[in-house]
């Protein structure tokens, strides 16, 4: 959006620069190799920040959040100055994401989700059930401060735990059934608003609840590991068979596309139907499904066998995070916060409130009090109020400071990536139904 009192801007599919009277730019569009290297750029500098920065390794706070807000923050304040507007092309980030959840996919095993598996429906169970709180929060709220309803539905589920991919699917539903005109731009700004906390509060979220109950854990900074984690940190650690080298890399990549082609076709089969999921997610069931069904003995003269678990797919999964985190938050158009009625700030805040709530009273007991449960309570704060890639990274984060769980990397995923977008499905139209 450009500045009032300016020049109309061209259409964003067009490469020329609009102009003021004095020669200053107003919008500024990014190929998408310039956008993806920028993320490349950004996300070097969260890792300076957090190397330099205690507060932000103390805290957990993911490296591309660190990176990409200041970069926002600047990019921000540039624009209110009257500054031109990056327009940022993201379709290579959407790729990026597909290709991290294919890498969760086939690193999951059948074996893990039966050890796993009460705490995964317990977590699904407690999910929905917020899910169903955060769209009865946002709709009471409207009705109490005077806004339509529908406004509050527009600030539960479909802009905080569904992101701006589900608040942009489903913005044209609200204007054409309730004639809510600005229903994109208050789903996007909530979305914003949900990603900024999320980043921000997973980390914090575990370092309390850590230091709180004095939970034992492997502290790579101030405490030795536990023998649980020793040895996991010691199966993790490649072996010469597994060392990440061109063939080992080829592999993983390979068979990546592999799947995501697979899931490409399965995704148009369940589109057919009537069903419509992002594509990560029938990708992720591919990734699980090859992995898991595909025979694991190998021939010593095969070139190619199919990577499980694998440093090559774990450095691929970690690279794309990494770079779609940057790209997500450098992008963030923070000025539409800032054009956000009290009402509706309100609102989110009472959101944000009850989701630590949730975390703190509800999921880390259930979940047994562990530094598992801190590391699922981290991830839990990226899916309540922002995306399972927020997620994801605050778990990350985490345990890169306090040591491995592997019970957090394998429900979360499931739990967000998964189930979520199916309940969501149900949830929005049924919402819906019962506020015309």
Same mark, same amino acid.
């Given at each position: 959006?450009? %500045?009032?009192?300016?020049?109309? #801007?061209? &259409? ?7 102009? &003021? ?72 980030? &959407? ?7 294919? *890498? !969760?996919?086939?690193?999951?095993? $059948? ?7 009460? @705490? ?6 407690? *999910? ?5 709180? /955060?769209?009865?929060?946002? !709709?009471?709220?409207?009705? +109490?401060?005077?806004? #339509? ?14 992101? %701006? ?9 609200? !204007? ?15 979305? *914003? ?17 850590? %230091? ?15 023998? =649980?984690?020793?040895?996991? @940190?010691?199966?993790? /650690? ?10 080992? $890399? ?30 990560? !997610? ?26 499980? =678990? ?18 997500? +938050?450098?992008?963030? =158009? ?22 630590? @709530? ?32 927020? @997620? ?14 592997? /019970? ?29």
């Amino acid at each position: 959006m450009g %500045h009032s009192g300016e020049t109309p #801007q061209p &259409d964003l599919n067009h490469a020329s620069l609009p102009t &003021d009277g004095i020669g200053a730019v107003a919008l500024i569009e990014l190929s998408p190799l310039v956008s993806t290297t920028t993320g490349v750029l950004v996300l070097f500098v969260g890792k300076r920040l957090n190397r330099e920065l205690k507060p932000l390794r103390s805290y957990s706070i993911p490296e591309p959040v660190s990176g990409g807000l200041l970069v926002a923050i600047l990019l921000t304040l540039l624009y209110l100055l009257g500054g031109p507007e990056l327009n940022f092309n993201l379709d290579s980030r &959407d790729f990026l994401l597909v290709y991290f959840f294919t *890498t !969760v996919g086939m690193n999951a095993r $059948f074996s893990d989700l039966l050890r796993g598996g009460p @705490a995964l429906f317990i977590l699904l169970g407690l *999910t929905i059930g917020y899910m169903t709180l /955060q769209n009865v929060i946002g !709709v009471t709220m409207a009705g +109490l401060l005077g806004l #339509q309803p529908a406004t509050g539905l527009l600030l539960g589920t479909v802009s905080l735990i569904g992101g %701006h991919g589900t608040t942009i699917a489903w913005a044209p539903t609200f !204007v054409e059934k309730f004639q809510l005109e600005s229903a994109m731009e208050i789903g996007i700004a909530a979305a *914003t608003f949900g990603l900024v906390l999320a980043s921000a509060s997973g980390g914090p979220i575990a370092q309390f609840l850590i %230091h709180r109950f004095h939970i034992p854990c492997a502290n790579a900074t101030t405490g030795d590991p536990s023998p =649980q984690d020793s040895a996991i @940190a010691e199966a993790d /650690q490649p072996t010469k068979a597994t060392a990440i080298d061109m063939t080992s $890399f080829l592999a993983a990549l390979l068979a990546i596309n592999i799947s995501i082609i697979t899931g490409t076709v399965l995704n148009e089969g369940i589109a057919a139907i009537g069903l419509k999921l992002p594509l990560f !997610v029938p990708c992720l069931l591919v990734g699980i499904l090859y992995s898991n069904l595909l025979p694991s003995k190998r021939s010593e003269r095969a070139v190619f066998h199919w990577p499980r =678990q694998s440093p090559s797919l774990d450095l691929i999964g970690e690279l794309s995070l990494g770079i779609f985190l940057a790209m997500s +938050l450098m992008s963030l =158009q923070l000025w539409t916060l800032i054009g956000l009625a009290l009402p509706l700030l309100v609102i989110l805040l009472t959101q944000f409130i009850v989701a630590l @709530a949730v975390n703190l009273l509800l999921v880390f007991r259930l979940m047994g009090r562990t530094y598992d449960a801190a590391v699922i309570c981290a991830g839990f704060g990226g899916i309540a109020l922002g995306s399972t890639p927020t @997620a994801m990274a605050n778990m990350t984060a985490v345990t890169q400071q306090y040591g491995a769980s592997r /019970q957090a990397f394998l429900i979360v995923p499931l739990v967000s990536a998964f189930f979520l977008d199916l309940v969501n499905a149900i949830l929005i139209p049924g919402f819906i139904s019962q506020l015309q």
